[in-house]
């Protein structure tokens, strides 16, 4: 069973560009999230989707940052435009229908540099 | 809200020899907890979690920890580390919701 995949697995951008993560989950996962690790700091909660809606994204820094999960499967993370202290590693994790008790899968991450 | 806080940001220790990995919480509910370990340039894999019942829970690769609700610590051991134990290790807490709080992070090194 194919894990969790997050595309691209590095992009380096300069301050104002857009970038689009993208996240596959494992397959029949209702539950997607987003996570980010900024240098050195600890794993941040981003937001959290069921099927295609979203469940809680009180984790979002900021408006410059909009996730979606059309049609429920894949999701997207894009950041317009990017500022210096968006640089970190971004984590994507799916879990199966059910409660917290569920482990978490995660997915290798992407490593955004904003120059 | 949960909190977790690793004590510890690196831990150097020879092959062969015990670690501990330290991790407090804090949370005005019922808590799950969970330890992570992220090797070199792939995702973050279980290694054990803690829901209820027994305090002391086994992990995968000869891991362990203790769930210790009167010191709100959920320490991560193992009696003989090897080379390949090298990795990043987090301590995860979550609650009644589904975000997981993550402490900092730990670099676990073995050495020859």
């Known amino acids: 069973e194919a894990g969790v995949t997050q595309f691209p697995s590095h992009s380096v951008i300069e301050k104002g560009q857009t970038v689009t993560l993208r996240c596959d989950p494992i397959?029949?996962?209702?539950?997607l999230y987003w996570y980010r690790r900024v240098m050195g700091k600890e794993i941040k909660f981003l937001l959290h989707f069921v099927k295609e809606s979203k469940q809680d994204e009180s984790g979002m820094p900021n408006n410059r940052f909009l996730a979606e999960r059309t049609g429920g499967t894949y999701s997207t993370l894009k950041v317009q435009p990017a500022e210096l202290e968006d640089s970190g590693v971004y984590f994507c994790?799916?879990?199966?229908?059910?409660?917290?008790?569920?482990?978490?899968?995660f997915g290798p991450g992407t490593r955004l540099t904003v120059l | 809200a949960q909190s977790v806080t690793q004590l510890d940001s690196q831990v150097p220790v020879f092959e062969e020899a015990p670690v501990e990995l330290r991790c407090n919480y804090s949370?005005?509910?019922?808590?799950?907890l969970f330890w992570y370990v992220q090797y070199p340039n792939q995702g973050l894999q279980l290694l054990l979690k803690?829901?209820?019942?027994?305090?002391l829970v086994k992990g995968i690769n000869g891991f362990e920890a203790e769930f210790n609700k009167s010191q709100t610590s959920f320490h991560l051991r193992k009696p003989s580390v090897h080379i390949s134990d090298t990795a990043e290790y987090f301590c995860?807490?979550?609650?009644?919701?589904?975000?997981?709080?993550f402490g900092a992070g730990t670099r676990l090194t073995v050495k020859p």
């Open positions: 994790a799916s879990s199966p229908t059910g409660g917290v008790r569920n482990e978490q899968f």
């Open positions: 803690y829901l209820s019942g027994s305090t």
């Open positions: 995860a807490v979550s609650g009644f919701s589904h975000d997981m709080r």
């Open positions: 949370s005005s509910v019922s808590v799950y």
């Open positions: 397959s029949g996962h209702d539950n």
